[in-house]
């Protein structure tokens, strides 16, 4: 490093040339994220120096985080529910096949799951000796039910369904899962890091949360669609005992024990994402979601009326098409079968959708 520290003015200069080098939102329809929401930022800034890795030092911030946890909970239907916050989808599915891997306690358990499944879980499945046993998709991209009864076996430690999948925005036969895992006493975990936001918001979606009784742990992400700012996930249990498999000693720290992947753990986004849920309330989240759900609707008929087909009806605000080409300045994504992916984030606005559809109409009208 340097030996005598830099001008404020030069440093910033320098820095923000290089912020000058990242993408606008404006052009971005390929991500999950989206800016935060001004609460969200301010917030953050108020909680900027909180660490909830020692919570007994900010007693204040961890009682958010308790209440954060306590709203998604009762959100989906648990209200006595527990769980923490992490550092996003990621982390929560580390943390609960690690917690259905100690429930089962067998020599070469498994993890069954559907081939749309986020890549966390093959790393979660690396780090703690899981094989992971991906079923296949029916017609519509959702987990085949068929396939997941073939698939479990005695060794099957933990069943996972995704609501709001990365790639084709789908949402799995949940209530079948439920049915399933109840019967055969495995651990269902869902995985809502996306979907978890947008679901309970509309007025007609499909079962995902605590209220079906197999259900055992949600992954909720506020840094997707809950605009808060990142990384602020949340993994929530119907069980505290299940939460407690992964308690470990904290001798020297404020409180005893901890439940948590990561040490040292910011509050700054913890609040934020709870700041965003009590600003906007029910009805403010409704108005969001509904309109990135129109904001899809829009552009799967702007895109049909230039004969580009949609590969199906997403559940949620990821939406795909057959694969064609892109102009300039848009960020688009694609799916692992090569089909144009685009997620309509609160920043995907109607404009900007008539925007991008004014393009690939020149191209394609
Ligand atoms: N589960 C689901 C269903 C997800 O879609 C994702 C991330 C995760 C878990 C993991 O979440 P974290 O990345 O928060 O740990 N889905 C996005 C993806 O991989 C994340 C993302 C966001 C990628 C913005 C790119 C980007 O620009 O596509």
């Not at 975990?189 to 079906?212: I, K, T, Y």
Request: charged share 20%; aromatic share 6%; hydrophobic share 40%.
């Amino acid at each position: 490093m340097r030996k005598k520290g830099c001008k404020e003015d030069d440093l910033f200069s320098f820095l923000s040339a290089k912020k000058d080098l990242d993408l606008s939102y404006a052009s971005i329809l390929s991500s999950m994220c989206t800016p935060p929401h001004p609460v969200a930022v301010k917030a953050h800034t108020l909680f900027i120096e909180t660490n909830l890795g020692d919570p007994g030092l900010f007693p204040g911030t961890a009682s958010l985080e308790q209440l954060l946890v306590e709203r998604l909970s009762t959100l989906f239907r648990s209200p006595g529910g527990c769980g923490y916050a992490t550092s996003g989808g990621t982390e929560s599915n580390i943390q609960v096949l690690r917690i259905a891997k100690s429930l089962c306690r067998k020599e070469s358990p498994n993890v069954v799951l559907p081939e749309s499944a986020h890549f966390s879980f093959k790393k979660a499945g690396d780090m703690l000796g899981l094989e992971i046993r991906p079923v296949r998709l029916d017609s519509q991209k959702r987990m085949d039910v068929e396939a997941v009864r073939e698939a479990i076996d005695a060794n099957t430690c933990c069943l996972v369904g995704i609501a709001g999948t990365t790639e084709y925005g789908m949402v799995d036969p949940i209530r079948e899962l439920s049915s399933l895992a109840s019967d055969l006493g495995i651990f269902l975990h869902v995985d809502a890091a996306f979907g978890g936001l947008v679901l309970p918001f509309l007025p007609e979606s499909p079962a995902f949360d605590f209220s079906l009784p197999g259900v055992s742990s949600i992954a909720v992400d506020p840094h997707k669609m809950g605009m808060s700012t990142i990384p602020a996930g949340v993994l929530l249990l119907r069980s505290l005992e299940h939460l407690c498999t992964l308690a470990i000693d904290t001798p020297y720290l404020s409180v005893k024990q901890e439940y948590t992947l990561t040490g040292t753990r910011p509050g700054g986004p913890v609040v934020a994402a709870l700041a965003v849920l009590e600003y906007l309330g029910s009805e403010g989240m409704e108005a969001v979601v509904q309109g990135c759900m129109k904001n899809t609707r829009r552009l799967i008929a702007g895109m049909e009326s230039f004969g580009i087909r949609r590969v199906v009806t997403p559940d949620v605000n990821v939406v795909t098409f057959e694969a064609i080409d892109i102009p300039e300045p848009w960020k688009v994504s694609w799916t692992r079968e090569g089909h144009l992916r685009i997620v309509c984030m609160p920043h995907v606005h109607a404009g900007i959708i008539e925007s991008f559809l004014n393009d690939i109409g020149e191209m394609y009208a």
